[in-house]
């Protein structure tokens, strides 16, 4: 019998505010995931109009979805007033 693999990224549960703030952006064509830099260690990858951007810092687990749903709460506070 196969093993269970454990989640390696950690556990983090958003707050209303933060999905909100993600459904609003994946609506909106703001897409921001995680990207593998080996064992333990993500980046941030950011698409926009087809644009991506890479975050020059690499976060580790439970502080990667910390930080992504930062940049989703940053994303929806500059820009849902003008769309």
Do not use: D, H
């Amino acid at each position: 019998m196969p093993r269970i693999k454990k989640n390696k990224m950690g556990n983090y549960m958003p707050t209303t505010e933060e999905m909100v703030a993600y459904q609003w952006c994946i609506n909106n064509g703001i897409f921001i995931s995680p990207f593998a830099n080996g064992e333990g260690a993500w980046y941030i990858e950011i698409k926009i109009n087809n644009k991506i951007n890479r975050s020059p810092l690499t976060y580790g687990p439970t502080s990667i979805w910390i930080q992504i749903y930062e940049f989703y709460k940053y994303y929806y506070n500059k820009y849902a007033q003008k769309i």
